[in-house]
């Protein structure tokens, strides 16, 4: 059997020449894109920011599936703007392996605590059927993290994916995966079972690290998307600002995807879901959105989908 690949690590390859950009004297020149000249908004929240909540009979009989099924969407436990919309689209994000998070990071409204349960080896099952019924062709899978387990959870992933190629004909599946605490043979299984997109989030510069993720590792996530990328998935990963990063940070954060490889970068507001969580240090103007997404595809991420109201998940269905 051939033995599988030793993982790359962020210094072994060496930066792909970006999209429009030309090379002189041997330095990579990127096209010059100008940041907007715009304020950012302090205090209270401002009126791009303001969405209506889904409603009506379809809306209804979707969240009764769910929750006739026993499941749990990142749609309704980290309370997304854009759930009405992604769901008429054809598009749910199912959170498994339970409802309750082995860590505390400061912008999550899911609940933090040690899970009481094991496995639930019949989730997969109910995840598929669940899907099947409110007629999704485009499936995200996330999950909490599961420290107390070697293993992370990652056979549950790998579970589901298959249960949901075996229900629905021509789906696409997204995985939005923790970093396994850098345990690396459970990684490799949620690799092997070969999701479109393979998506682990950064959520933030590595300055803030300690205050936003605090569990969480910079470098180590960064790996996460590495070795997906070197075993030939499609790689996303997305960021939250407002948390008090600059635009530098930000840039030098693009600068890591594009050494990796990054297929797809998210870039959305961050909202406090309560008052026990970090507060917004700033709401940034929608101009400044358009100018990420321009200068991360200027410098050779394939996509930035980036916008006050974009999440992780947002427009998925368009990144496969």
Known sequence: MEAKRKPLLPGDIQLKAASGATEMDGMLE???VEAPAVENVRGSRPDWLRV???????????????ESNGLHTVCQ????PNMGECWTAGTAT?????????RSCGFCAVKTGRPDEGLDWDEPNRVANAA??????HAVITSVNRDERKD????????TIERLREEIEGVTIEVLIPDFRGLWDALQIVIDARPEVMN???ETVPRLYKRVRPQAVYQRSLDVLHISKDQGLRTKSGIMVGLGETDDEVLALMDDFVEIGLNVMTIGQYLQPTRMHLPVEEFIHPDKFTWYKEVGEAKGIEHVESGPL???????ERHV
């Open 94 to 102: 199912f959170m498994i392996l339970g409802n309750v998070c082995t």
């Open 77 to 80: 436990s980290a309370r997304c």
């Open 132 to 137: 099947k019924t409110m007629g999704v062709k």
């Open 30 to 32: 990127l096209p010059v």
């Open 200 to 202: 682990h989030n950064m």
């Open 152 to 159: 992370g959870g990652a056979p549950i992933f790998a579970k």
């Open 310 to 316: 974009v999440r992780s998940s947002y427009h998925a």
């Open 52 to 66: 209506k909540l889904p409603y009506g009979e379809t809306y209804k009989k979707l969240v009764d599936t769910i």
